[in-house]
């Protein structure tokens, strides 16, 4: 029968049994070689973590900074727009009179 | 999509990240878990709290955007690097929960810190690939 729970069950067994022990070995690969090299990059990101502000107002300023950063890009992309609409309207007007 | 719908979309965004990364977390902790002060969870609800307003910022700026646009992809691009600082932080974060007297459990999530910044690190290097190959597009057929 089909969506039945007990096959599922077998199914997830099958996966697991065989997934595992792969994930297992590719794990302990990336704990050789890719891990090591990204020490770096963790401590950078832990200076950084430590030494940002801990108050709100930083935050809400950027917070503020981006949405008006959003809205001027938005109004510019509408004033873009509004550009080729008025053009693609003067063709059509064109091509109207020479018919 | 005309650009009033997708002010119209942005501010839904904004509104709706504020909700889920600000107002929740400091309504669950007010409510529900003040009242376990031996778990201490001040410093990741307001790290949630914090990063969430910094996420919001970026969502409008993303989905205020079209799609398929270089400031889209810019969006993308910023806010993997500031979902992989709102992560670390809050993987690095210890948990010490006042078991007893003389009895301290110290939790922490440091095992996923590794896994997690290969994935983001993936991430960020896919979406600066994004970016430059959404703006040579961009230029591309300006030029024609």
Redesign the interface.
């Given at each position: 029968m089909q969506g039945e729970v007990n096959l599922f069950k077998e199914y997830l067994a099958k996966f697991l049994y065989y997934f595992i022990p792969f994930a297992e070995r590719f794990?302990n690969y990336?704990?050789e070689n890719?891990?090591p090299y990204?020490t770096e990059?963790?401590n950078y990101?832990?200076n950084?973590?430590e030494n940002?502000p801990v108050n709100?107002e930083p935050?809400?300023l950027?917070?503020?900074?981006?949405?008006v950063?959003?809205?001027i890009?938005?109004?510019k992309?509408?004033r873009r727009?509004e550009k080729k609409r008025k053009e693609k309207k003067e063709i059509s007007e064109l091509l109207f009179t020479f018919s | 999509m005309t650009d009033k719908k997708l002010l119209r979309k942005g501010i839904f965004t904004v509104i709706s990240s504020l909700f889920f990364y600000v107002a929740l977390p400091y309504i669950i902790y007010t409510k529900y878990l003040v009242q376990f002060p031996q778990l201490a969870l001040e410093s990741y609800i307001n790290w949630i709290m914090r990063m969430g307003v910094i996420m919001a910022g970026i969502q409008f700026f993303k989905s205020v955007s079209s799609e398929k646009s270089t400031r889209h992809a810019l969006g993308d691009l910023l806010l993997s690097i500031v979902y992989l600082i709102f992560f670390f932080k809050l993987f690095t974060l210890k948990v010490t929960v006042d078991v007893a007297e003389n009895i301290m459990v110290s939790i922490s999530m440091e095992g996923f810190i590794y896994i997690y910044l290969l994935a983001a690190l993936i991430g960020i290097f896919a979406n600066v690939i994004k970016v430059f190959e959404v703006w040579t597009i961009a230029r591309r057929s300006k030029s024609f």
């Open positions: 794990l990336l704990r890719v891990f990204l990059v963790m990101l832990q950084l973590s940002l709100f935050y809400i950027v917070f503020i900074l981006l949405i950063l959003g809205v890009f938005n109004w992309l509408e727009e | -």
